[in-house]
């Protein structure tokens, strides 16, 4: 598949990040997983891959997801972000053009915000 878009699937809780992981890869996605924000940068500092979206938690140890965000956009600005979390509090901390969805939520949910920022994106 040619146009296959890259995310960066980056949660802490393994049985989530897998599930959508397989729910992604089904939608047409490649995703590269990491448990964590120290993990994801690893990834895409050692990955030849460009990344399309970084979707992450947004409380993980260590690291929170918009700290990640930040500091991977910091770097290869034409990345989108999702940021995703369980706690109902008002995202303050979203950089204009980023995206929130609340947990929890249905995967396919995520698929169809992933397709519209991917399709949006040309």
């Known amino acids: 598949m040619p146009d296959r878009k ?3 699937l980056v949660d802490d809780e393994s049985a989530l990040r897998v599930l959508f992981s397989q729910v992604l890869e089904r939608s047409g996605f490649q995703v590269l997983e990491a448990a964590s924000g120290q993990d994801a940068i690893a990834l895409t500092s050692d990955s030849e891959q460009p990344i399309d979206v970084l979707v992450s938690d947004v409380m993980m140890p ?4 918009p700290q990640l965000a930040r500091q991977i ?5 034409e990345v989108k972000v999702v940021l995703i979390s369980g706690f109902s509090e008002s995202p303050t901390y979203l950089e204009q053009g980023w995206e ?3 947990k929890p939520f249905p995967p396919n949910i995520l698929c169809a915000k992933l397709h519209e920022i991917c399709d949006n994106a040309g």
């Not at 260590?62 to 997801?65: C, K």
């Open 6 to 8: 890259t995310i960066l």
């Open 62 to 65: 260590g690291m929170t997801g």
């Open 73 to 77: 956009c910091a770097t290869h600005p």
């Open 100 to 102: 929130f969805l609340q």
